[in-house]
């Protein structure tokens, strides 16, 4: 089956942390080493990595570009980076890293500047649709937009998007379950590909996922149910590949 599950790496301060429902007071540091976390998940069988720069997402600008460096060069496998990614030297800074995609949210609200990067940077640039409600959060997940998520992503798919990191903000560090409904109706509504994240907490919802991918949704990113042991990464890519 050619569907994905993605660990994710959230970096801040230069360590492997994991927020609940995005929120930064609500921090679990899980590593103080997150290029031996990369090597973990690629060793366990990933065949690709998620990282967040937390810090850049709320500051605007990439901050933990020298970590995403490091991981990066220790792995072999791709690597995407999200957070702060929000000007043309910030997506090409991340690719220069040896990033291999790199994703944008705030920066796609502006949509002349989106539709200019899905045109310089095509495939190796998502774009991050992060909601609460149904509603798109942007700033760090710190302010909400007024953009409906269906809304945006269509729209955005008709600038150029190449794909879609959906996230249930709600949902994101909770282990309660994916929205599979509303990546359902995301995947549905687009003809490009969609990766769920939020709130997988055991081996069915990634199951639950995996048979979303006739609708187009690509992969899962998993976060702290990996890091918990809730879900073990070579079980599930046994029971998926």
Known sequence: MNFQVIPAIDLRAGRC??????EYARETVFADDPVAVARRWEAEG??????????????????????VREIAAAVNVPVQL?????????????????????????????????????????????????????RVAIQGWEQESG?????LARRLEALGARRVIFTDIARDGTL???ALEATRAIAESLSIPVIASGGVGARADLHALAALAP??????????????????LPQVLSDIY
């Open 46 to 67: 990933a065949r690709r990595l998620h990282l967040v720069d937390l810090d850049g997402a709320r500051a605007g600008r990439p901050l933990q570009i020298a970590v």
């Open 147 to 151: 953009w409906d998520a269906l809304e």
């Open 17 to 22: 942390v994991r927020l609940f429902q995005g």
């Open 215 to 232: 609708a187009g949704v690509e992969g899962a990113i998993v976060g702290r149910a990996l890091y918990t042991g809730a879900i073990h």
């Open 82 to 134: 999200g957070g702060g990614l929000r000007s043309r030297e910030n997506v090409q800074a991340a690719l220069e890293a040896g990033v291999d995609r790199a994703i944008i949210g705030t920066a796609a609200l502006d949509l002349t500047h989106a539709a200019a990067l899905f045109a310089e940077f095509g495939e190796r640039l998502a774009v991050g649709i992060d909601a609460r409600g149904g």
């Open 176 to 178: 309660t379950g994916p």
